[in-house]
């Protein structure tokens, strides 16, 4: 489009009282050579009404504001589709964050600095157009068929959807299927349900719009949101495009380096060969858990004695009637429920144990009560939990005669000659050691995610058939289990249930619903060309400039999302409607060959070189913060609206997130003669809070790599460096970057300065 530009500063919100607006507006209107008028409230009806005018008579189509944060009044200042709007931010991060110290020439100086840095901004950005499919498939795919998918289905498909269930075994239900009763879902909280697998099953089978596939697994996943092509296979068969090799992290690593060849490329590479393989535009995966493994604690007896079992196998039992002893059909008449593996390790619950098993074991004991009015059971934990209203149904156990709880580490189970068990215990809350007779003993067998031993969605993709990093979760399918909880690491593939937490029933029927609206929005935003998550909306998507890409792999190796595969050059071959837009890939290329049209390496490279660097006082040096828009930028301006005080030698630049930062912005930051470049993002590792997953964590590592470019021209490495900022940590911010600056200034002047 051929811009014309207009400025326009606010006065209002202290802006006025505080920068000379004069001298301001001589900035915009000077040096970067746009008109520029001013008014005491532009998000107001008068000043919006100023800036439409200029908009309809005089053409104006790309506007700079100079007032509040980019994060709020959008609305005010949305002026339509086909036009541009970028925000200098005066209000948080320039009067209303400035210390009571603050000299007015360095106030005035950073507030011109953002209307250089916007003025740059806005010449270096063009309007995206919405990638859109030729057709865009809106089916969904649902895989698994317990409670989770049951509900995920029928959801979807009150909405209008068609929906596909595949389930492996031959009939839909799960292990709900198998229960006497669920835990309760209303007050008051302490009555056991009838489970509602049956009405959802009913729901499923009354429905038009869903077609059930059990005995089925899914083979394989290829395509993306909108256009996926799915190909199915009998349940537990396998052959030569249907039995892909799992692949580890490192596995991974070395692959994508070249050190090892890559059990799964043919498989990845294969296209069309299964003739069955179907359309879909989303997938929901709810393939549940599995009941973990405790038969390594031999000393409580499961494998060795029949009346040993676990809380699943319990449960069927109950199911069927008056529950019996498994080794001679005795009615039951006390039961031990062991929630702790106890011996060595007695301070630790069994593997995946969390409150569901807690709840469980309370469940279980009311069958033990309901059954015979005389028996007894005993609940021995390390742990109780039970969270929210599920307090009301512990305190109901407590108050049962028949209900013992106490905390006690399980030393040894023993059986009798007869059949029955002794268990014995130590540290009790009566700090007791006893022994236990029992007619059976019940072991609290976690929930083991589906996806912590097998694909289960098979994709076809070159990042592997699986989600990468799932052992840090401990296999549960993830993607920012905060802010987008019902998202998996591949765009359009979203996770509900056990197979994403261990949850109850009410918990995974609500999640479900989630899921399901979830995979209905991505539909409707593959439709509409846009993001689905977190950018939401976003027309923007990478695009490449493939004549000079040297197949280096840096953007498919680095891609949190998988939306890059490769030809056999090792080209990249996008996926853009499995794109995230985070730019991960933009800073990744050393070539600088993928952009957005409105996010670029050249756009943030000129906003770096609009930052006005002194040469002739050493009071005034320059410290350029790429900052993460998600985490960092709103703990910036909240740290401005509670006036803590930011120092204003930092000339702040949001990003989208740091993966995207392309090191040579720090580079040329650095031989401009600033004196200083750090990078603000979100958490990483672990409890990572990274709203791209790994973006955080890839930029610290290219920080790293900088390191030694400094060092190679002359300058110390330590000015450059990285933080880590959660968005709650607004009153931490002025610190870390006070600490920052004063290393900076200990350090002296960039030398480069002046050349």
């Known amino acids: 489009m051929d811009k014309k530009y207009g400025a326009f500063i606010c006065t209002g919100c202290g802006i006025g009282d505080t920068l000379d607006i004069g001298a301001l507006s001589g900035v915009v209107s000077g040096e970067m050579k746009m008109s520029c008028k001013t008014h005491e409230f532009l998000c107001g009806a008068e000043g919006r009404a100023l800036i439409e005018k200029d908009i309809n008579e005089e053409g104006v189509n790309s506007v700079v ?70 057709t865009v498939n809106k089916k969904i795919l649902v895989v698994g068929g317990g409670v989770a998918g049951l509900t995920a289905a029928v959801e979807a498909a009150q909405t209008g959807y068609d929906v596909t269930i595949v389930e492996k075994s031959d009939a839909l239900g799960g292990f709900a299927k198998q229960w006497r009763k669920q835990l309760p879902s209303r007050a008051p909280w302490t009555d056991l349900e009838t489970p509602v697998v049956g009405s959802l099953l009913k729901s499923v089978e009354a429905s038009d719009k869903i077609t059930v596939k ?25 052959g030569e495009w249907d039995a892909p090799a799992k692949v580890g992290v490192d596995e991974q690593d070395k692959i994508d380096k070249g050190l090892m060849e890559d059990p799964n490329k043919e498989f990845r590479k294969y296209t069309d060969k299964n003739s069955d393989a179907e359309g879909f535009g989303s997938v929901i995966l709810a393939t549940g858990w599995n009941p973990a493994d405790v038969s390594e604690y031999a000393h409580l007896g499961y494998g060795q004695f029949k009346n040993v079992v676990t809380n699943v196998e319990f449960e069927q039992l109950a199911a069927k009637g008056k529950i ?215 027309k923007s998507y990478p695009e490449f400039f493939f004549q000079r890409c040297t197949q280096c792999k840096r953007c498919t190796e680095e891609c949190p999302f998988g939306a890059l595969d490769d030809d056999e050059k090792g080209t990249p071959l996008p996926n853009p409607t499995r794109c995230r837009r985070c730019g991960t890939c933009m800073g990744a290329c050393p070539e600088r060959i993928i952009g957005f049209k409105n996010y670029n390496v050249d756009m943030i490279g000129s906003m770096v070189k609009a930052i006005e660097v002194p040469d002739d006082d050493e009071e005034k040096l320059r410290i350029l913060a790429l900052v993460c828009e998600n985490d960092a930028y709103p703990a910036l301006d909240m740290a401005g609206m509670r006036r803590l005080g930011l120092n204003n030698l930092v000339r702040v630049i949001p990003v989208r997130c740091l993966g995207s930062v392309n090191m040579v912005w720090i580079k040329d930051a650095m031989s401009a003669g600033m004196d200083g470049a750090i990078l603000l993002g979100c958490k990483y590792g672990d409890d990572y809070q990274c709203h791209f997953v790994k973006g955080s964590e890839i930029a610290n590592k290219r920080m790293d790599n900088i390191g030694e470019t400094l060092k190679s021209l002359g300058l110390e490495t330590a000015r450059v460096a990285t933080r880590q900022i959660a968005i709650s940590d607004y009153d931490k911010v002025p610190e870390i970057i006070n600490e920052f600056v004063e290393s900076i200034v200990a350090m002296g002047p960039n030398p480069f300065k002046g050349f």
């Open 65 to 134: 504001i100079g007032a509040c944060s980019p994060r709020v009044m959008q609305d005010e200042f949305n002026f339509g589709g086909d036009k541009i709007s970028v925000r200098a931010n005066l209000r948080e991060q320039v009067v209303w964050a400035k210390a009571e110290d603050a000299k007015a020439d360095f106030v005035l100086e950073l507030a011109s600095d953002n209307m250089r840095m916007a003025c740059a901004q806005i010449k270096k950005t063009e309007l995206p157009e919405p990638y859109q499919l030729e």
């Open 214 to 238: 059990t005995g089925t697994e899914v083979a394989r996943i290829a395509g993306a949101p909108g256009a996926f092509e799915v190909t199915f296979k009998p349940a537990g068969t396998s």
């Open 324 to 538: 019996a002893r498994p080794s001679d059909g005795k009615p039951v008449e006390s039961v031990a429920f062991v929630q702790s593996p106890g011996g060595a390790e007695h301070d630790k619950d069994f593997p995946y144990c969390n409150s569901v098993t807690s709840l469980v074991a309370l469940k279980q004991a009311r069958y033990v009560r309901e059954d015979n009015a005389n028996a007894k059971a005993y609940i021995l934990y390390q742990h109780m939990r039970t969270p929210g209203n599920m307090e009301l149904f512990y305190k109901a156990a407590q108050n049962d005669d028949g209900v013992f709880l106490t905390k006690a580490n399980v030393m040894q189970v023993t059986e009798e000659s007869d059949g029955s068990l002794s268990v014995a215990v130590e540290n009790t809350l009566l700090n007791e050691n006893m022994n236990i007779n029992v007619d059976m003993v019940v072991l609290a067998a976690g929930m083991v995610p589906t996806t912590k031993d097998a694909p289960i969605i098979n994709l076809a993709y070159r990042q592997g058939p699986a989600f990468l990093d799932l052992d840090i979760f401990d296999g549960h399918a993830d993607s920012h289990f905060i802010c987008f909880p019902y998202e998996t690491r591949r765009t359009g593939i979203y996770a509900c249930g056990g197979v994403r937490k261990s949850m109850t029933v009410e918990e995974t029927m609500d999640d479900a619903t989630g899921a399901a609206l979830k995979a209905i929005q991505c539909l409707e935003s593959v439709d509409r060309g846009v993001a689905v998550h977190p950018r939401s909306g976003d």
